[in-house]
């Protein structure tokens, strides 16, 4: 039973968009590629083993939970969540390339490129699961859900290798998932089978809603080198206005009725969270501030403060 699928994850639609408003030669445009590629190949490995998990033969059909999300000390996200009567399964999906070398029991790895030899240290995936296993554990006893919690790292294939020290805590390939959980040894039933997915409903309950991104650290650029004015999502070309509501690029001759939506939409990704009358007018290229306060009022914008100091943010 699934009671949370996973969703394409926000920078797969977002980053593309981002491309277009920074200028070309800003130094944030060589990072914006790889870091699409890295979240491709993540959203790819994690729907893989998806897949693989739907054709496993289980002892017990699990809950399961996709792209758990929740804050205790830190935010805090689970790949995949398996939950049985006798425990719950954390697994951290890596979609690595190379040879993994792992040392210190875990808490270093390095990755070699299969080409090159060339060694690169990356945060231990090992570590990330720890700390995902002990913020769940927590949030069971917050819950009183007295599930013991188990977990290993998946790599979703076998052309990525591993050697060295993982202090005993599983890495292993997808394929491998079936039989490696029906290894696993049962003991106690916590939880009635009827009492599973109220489990799983009550950590729906206590995850965050929406996950923020914040591109402007992520990528390596500041709110002042977002440009302006409505952009064509092809070319990222400014976009003529030829009516109250259509926009037309010229280069790629197409027409399209949201530009405004689009365009204010970039302002609260990649920007900041809320806007302004004036800063309205002057980003959209509008003809006066009662045409931006209309706009932004009619687009269904949250107003806050008084009217000096009005700001708008989406909902």
């Known amino acids: 039973m699934i009671i949370k699928d996973r969703t394409p994850p926000v920078p797969l ?10 200028p070309t030669a800003h130094a944030a445009q060589t990072a ?9 190949a993540g959203f790819g490995g994690e729907s893989y083993v998806d897949d693989v998990l739907r054709q496993v033969r289980l002892y017990r059909q699990p809950v399961i939970v996709r792209d758990l999300y929740f804050l205790t000390i830190a935010p805090c996200q689970i790949d995949t969540l398996l939950l049985f009567p006798h425990f ?9 390339t190379g040879i993994l070398h792992f040392s210190d029991e875990g808490r270093r790895m390095e990755r070699e490129k299969h080409k090159t030899g060339e060694r690169q240290g990356f945060d231990s995936p090992i570590v990330q699961l720890q700390i995902e296993m002990e913020e769940l554990s927590h949030v069971f006893r917050e819950l009183a859900i007295p599930l013991p919690v188990i977990g290993a790292v998946v790599l979703p294939h ?14 292993i ?16 039933e916590w939880l009635q089978a009827g009492d599973v997915p109220k489990a799983g409903a009550a950590l729906l309950q206590r995850q965050l809603r ?9 990528i390596g650029y500041s709110a002042a080198d977002v ?17 109250e509501r ?44 009662f045409a931006a306060s209309y706009l932004l009022r009619k687009m269904g914008y949250i107003a806050e403060g008084n009217t000096s100091k009005r700001v708008y943010r989406r909902k």
């Open 32 to 40: 914006i590629p790889e870091q699409l590629y890295q979240t491709k």
């Open 13 to 22: 639609e977002a980053l593309p968009r981002l491309q277009h408003r920074l």
């Open 173 to 188: 390939y997808a394929k491998a998932l079936g039989r490696w959980i029906a290894g696993l040894p049962r003991g106690k």
């Open 210 to 218: 929406d996950k923020v991104i914040d591109f402007q650290k992520r």
């Open 88 to 96: 719950a399964v954390v697994l951290e999906i890596k979609n690595y």
């Open 227 to 243: 440009l302006a004015g409505v952009r064509c999502s092809g070319c990222g070309r400014v976009a003529v206005r030829v009516s």
């Open 158 to 171: 076998t052309k990525t290798l591993m050697r060295g020290d993982t202090g005993g805590v599983p890495v």
């Open 246 to 289: 259509m926009h037309h690029c010229t280069a790629c001759d197409v027409a399209f009725s949201d530009g405004f939506k689009r365009a204010l939409d970039d302002w609260f990704d990649f920007k900041q969270p809320v806007i302004s009358v004036r800063e309205c007018q002057v980003y959209l290229g509008l003809k006066d501030r």
